[in-house]
């Protein structure tokens, strides 16, 4: 049983950047993986980055590459993603989640934190 807690989201102009973190309590195995993903009012969730524990390899879809970075601190047992040059199609709520890797980058994702709203300004 993990617990992940999200923080780091709020308002921020267009082009301008913010880091979230995702705190995840008790252990963590050398199969995990953290992702992230995001949800815009009317649209289904979309996947965004994911990083495996052990080795820190990372994976990132089309739509973010090169603005997105996701990094793990393994001590601190927290997930980060960096986010850079935002703009409105950016806004959405930010989900971080958990899991074991099957075949990567694809992760059974069994465990997912509250959400942070991110709101990009034009």
């Known amino acids: 049983q993990v617990q992940l807690v999200e923080s780091g989201g709020g308002l921020v102009q267009a082009g301008g950047s913010l880091r979230l973190s995702c705190a995840a309590s008790g252990r963590t195995f050398s199969r995990h993986a953290m992702g992230w993903f995001r949800q815009a009012p009317g649209k289904e969730r979309e996947f965004l980055a994911a990083?495996?524990?052990?080795?820190?390899?990372?994976y990132y879809t089309d739509s973010v590459k090169g603005r997105f970075t996701i990094s793990r601190d393994n001590a601190k047992n927290t997930g980060y993603l960096q986010m850079n040059n935002l703009g409105p199609e950016d806004t959405a709520v930010y989900y971080c989640a958990g899991g074991i890797v099957r075949s990567w980058p694809d992760v059974r994702y069994d465990y997912w934190g509250q959400g942070t709203q991110v709101t990009v300004s034009s």
């Open positions: 990083i495996t524990w052990s080795i820190g390899s990372t």
